[in-house]
């Protein structure tokens, strides 16, 4: 069988997999494996090619371009198809998996693999996949584990900086106690826009993975943007879970998923927000590390700028009152003014911390919302 399907969850770690076995294979025969990734649910055409109906000619696609390339290399070569699979294009590979090995294009050219390239194919499901295709490859299911969460978080510790090692045992502690349970909760409800009630529905799809890359990248975000943390880490913690997790549960979920932060705060001894009128509140409160305190996310730019500006930095966060003064002063049009909510401020946290640190971000959120603003 020259063909291959690793098929599994989001995050579940084919990709790492596949890179794990790269490396293996390498070794073991002396030579570098050359290793190609075509998307092609990504492609607006056709994957294979298409022919122009003014020209009759024929334009290759991306993956026909990907697989000409393979049949030029000498050595080892993994040809790996990323994404969902769908029969339109699937089937057109079934001769490429089986012993004759070839691409028949419809222009009626005919490319040859050599013995050495292997075909990939990535994919959460076979749903769209005929027999024809998966009964030429090798099937292999990796699962999603309720482990892999927890040793991404052992992997993130041991390679903190060096600056903040000594606080491996608390955060070690604060990851377990805190993050996972909260990850748990978020991932165990529905993911759907149409949850049922008493569900926690989220702005877009989420998988239990992302939701730790997310909370780890904006923690160690926090912990890197200032000195010594000291006693706030628990604070820290806690303040990465609201945004990383709080962030894509929809309005209906959000109270929900408060109180179960606010019960495990209090099992574990974390220090919350005293001024808290409902659970929901926790949701809309922003930690301060220089003062150590909880403040709005409506007054978090105006205490940010105070802090750099007491610290003799830049003021880069205007409040809202000066923005609003601001633009009184100047003739504005309507559709330029832009009012602040607890929603824009709290987006704006997240991609200030992540974005600095080469994360990327999703802004999510319906027309007119100031996505484009932010």
Do not use: Y
């Not at 294979?25 to 003014?54: C, I, K, M, R």
């Not at 990323?82 to 029969?87: F, L, R, V, Y």
């Not at 339109?88 to 089986?98: E, G, N």
């Amino acid at each position: 069988q020259h063909g291959a399907m690793l098929v599994g969850p989001s995050g579940c770690g084919k990709s790492s997999c596949l890179k794990v076995l790269r490396q293996l294979v390498s070794s073991w025969h002396g030579g570098e494996v050359n290793l190609d990734t075509v998307f092609p649910a990504a492609t607006a055409g056709q994957p294979l090619g298409s022919v122009d109906e003014g020209t009759r000619e024929w334009h290759d696609g991306p993956l026909t371009v990907a697989v000409r390339q393979a049949a030029g290399h000498k050595g080892r070569h993994w040809l790996v198809m990323d994404g969902p699979i769908s029969a339109d294009w699937a089937d057109s590979l079934c001769p490429l998996v089986d012993e004759r090995h070839q691409l028949c294009l419809g222009s009626g050219e005919v490319i040859q693999l050599p013995k050495t390239s292997l075909i990939i194919f990535e994919a959460e499901d076979l749903e769209a996949a005929s027999p024809a295709a998966v009964s030429r490859c090798g099937v292999v299911c990796v699962a999603a584990s309720p482990r892999t969460g927890p040793a991404m978080a052992l992997s993130w510790l041991a390679n903190l900086p060096t600056t903040h090692k000594k606080l491996t045992p608390r955060l070690q502690h604060q990851l377990r106690e805190l993050v996972q349970p909260a990850i748990a909760f978020a991932t165990a409800t529905s993911v759907n826009r149409d949850a049922t009630p008493g569900t926690t529905g989220h702005a877009l799809p989420v998988t239990e993975m992302g939701l730790w890359e997310s909370v780890l990248g904006l923690l160690l975000s926090l912990l890197t943007s200032v000195g010594d943390p000291g006693r706030h880490v628990d604070q820290l913690v806690l303040f990465a879970v609201t945004l990383g997790v709080g962030s894509v549960i929809l309005e209906e979920g959000k109270a929900q998923f408060a109180q179960r932060i606010l019960d495990i705060c209090q099992k574990h001894d974390i220090k919350t927000p005293s001024d808290l009128s409902a659970p929901r509140k926790l949701l809309e409160k922003a930690f301060v590390l220089q003062s150590g305190t909880w403040v709005d996310f409506l007054a978090w730019p105006q205490v940010m700028a105070e802090t750099a500006a007491a610290a003799g930095g830049p003021s880069t966060s205007p409040s809202a009152t000066s923005e609003v003064k601001e633009v009184a002063n100047r003739d504005v049009s309507f559709e330029d003014f832009f009012v602040p909510t607890v929603e824009s401020v709290r987006a704006d946290a997240v991609m200030s911390c992540a974005l600095p640190c080469g994360r990327h971000a999703a802004l999510v959120g319906p027309a007119s919302s100031g996505k484009s603003r932010l």
